[in-house]
């Protein structure tokens, strides 16, 4: 009677708690300093390579440099000498080597973030294994306009293979100009794109410019029928560019947009299946407003989507999924929250917003999709002191959506749907410049890393596959054949009992501090598996074959 009364128990507990699927995963990487996850890029298959702004880690010990993760290796990359690299993005070529964009600048013992102009771009080159190929030095800026003021800047802001085993890139320059005295005066931001062969040479550069306005073109990438695009939303309007591989301009559109601030976040774009485009970017509203874009293969408007809470929100990468379309950034929410929206692909209807639950600062900085598996990953940053080592660590943060699992929420911002109309056009210029020789060092790295809470957002395929199961945020679950999978990430004791229909216990362990994986093999049939830390008491039903 005993295990009757057991089994009801257990059925009850089973069946009012447990939901479908959801995948979800959280993981911080840095040390003592500031650091920040600016890039992730699955173009390689399953295995991403994520590109870390550091300043715990650096070649010579104080600089600013760059890490570049993968499964496999991790590099801190960069130059000595008070010189600082700052890396953008980072991805996979077709050849499969390693490119990867920035600027590098003088900070002067400035601290964090801190430059003293000229910035200069800068591309490398990396194979597979993380050993450096090749490296040029941008100094655009400098041979557009006069040349006497120092005060100028040349920003790679993207990288983007191409199919003749190239790459382009996008970015600004702030160059001089005479102001008719004889003086050589900062003067205002052009966009650009650039189009590289595969060892780094310069093949050539178009510059975008519109009126006075600063303009900022943050991707640049090829499109299904050969030609390249350029996305620029930046300050007062939404450039979107084509050209043909010589760099002939194909098209234009400009879109007029406002903004509520002078505040420009760099944010990004990609290509879609269809042939056409999405970027997300911030327009004026309550404050600034997340605002998500959509073209056709055209360049032509096709809708659009705001997500508006009190704060100042802001839109800043996006990825198309098998389903969706899916953005990130920071929500204006508790300081400020990294966000997941997803995105319906025929009008924009904002599907559901997921946010990180911290209680700190989170922001998304870029995103990609892992191809096996369709979820979305989220590259970024937390200072959520539970989380990190330092003041600021990188974040890689995944997220299927559906269920509160890992610290994320569903949060019901205000979301409108505004239109836009092609409007002006911009100046386009075909200067001949030329970039240098640029060597950095490249040395072997160990990141403090912590794997916060669910699966690990850069494991095998297996551990992403369609058995995998949440319970909470420290117990997950797979059945391989007739074995029962735990995985379990404990703080605190726990002991984890497994029970027959009948209500026998079959299996009892007592686990302190435990991280690591059981397997329990079981016979074919239904058993219920019963986890008690402390006095929480966690049971859910599992079924072998």
Known sequence: MKYVSKVLTLLVLVFGTVKAQTWAGLSTFGGADYDQMWAIDFR???????????????????????????????????????????????????????????????????????????????VVGLNSSGNFLWGRHADFSNQWGCSGNSNRETRILDVSPTSDGGFLT?????????????????????????????????????????AADDNIATTAFETTD?????????????????????????????????????????????PTSDGGFILTTHIAGSNDDILFMKFNSLG?????????????????????????????????????????????????????????LS???????????????????????????????????GLVAADSGGLDTCYWRNYYPTITYPTFSNSGSFAVYSPSMTVSNYTVSVQDVVVGRRINCGLDPLGSDDELGIDERYVDCQINYAIIGKNLRLRVKSEGNLTINIYSPDGRRIYSKSLNKFAGIINVPLKGGVYFVEVLRGDKRTVFKVSTN
């Open 44 to 122: 390689g298959g399953s295995n991403p390579v994520l590109g870390l702004f550091t300043i715990s880690y650096s070649i010579s010990g104080s600089d600013e440099d760059y890490v570049l993760i993968t499964p496999y290796w991790q590099k801190v990359i960069g130059n000595t000498g008070g010189r600082d690299d700052w890396m953008y993005k980072t991805v996979w070529l077709n050849s499969g080597n390693i490119v990867v964009g920035g600027a590098w600048c003088n900070d002067g013992g400035a601290g964090p973030g801190s430059c003293y102009a000229p910035l200069y771009g800068f």
């Open 170 to 210: 996008a970015g600004i320059l702030v160059y001089n100009i005479d102001d008719g005295w004889g003086n050589c005066i900062s003067s205002d931001a052009d966009g650009f794109i650039a189009k590289f062969n595969s060892t780094g040479g310069l093949q050539w550069i178009r510059i975008v410019d519109y």
């Open 226 to 270: 050969g030609n390249y695009v350029l996305l620029a939303p930046s300050f007062y309007e939404v450039g979107v560019l084509k050209f043909s591989p010589s760099g002939g301009l194909i098209w234009q559109r400009r879109y007029p947009r406002n903004i509520a601030g002078s505040a420009i976040t760099l944010s990004w774009g990609k």
């Open 300 to 356: 032509y408007f096709v809708c659009a989507a705001r997500i508006a809470t009190p704060g100042n929100d802001y839109g800043i990468d996006v990825v198309e999924g098998p389903t969706w379309y899916w953005v990130t950034g920071q929500l204006g929410v508790g300081g400020n929250d990294l966000f997941i929206a997803k995105i319906r692909k025929t009008d924009c209807y904002v599907v559901e917003v997921r946010r990180l």
């Open 359 to 393: 209680g700190a600062d989170e922001s998304g900085r870029s995103m990609d999709l892992r191809p096996s598996t369709g979820i979305p990953y989220v590259a970024g940053y937390t200072n959520q002191t539970a989380w990190v080592v330092g003041s600021y660590d």
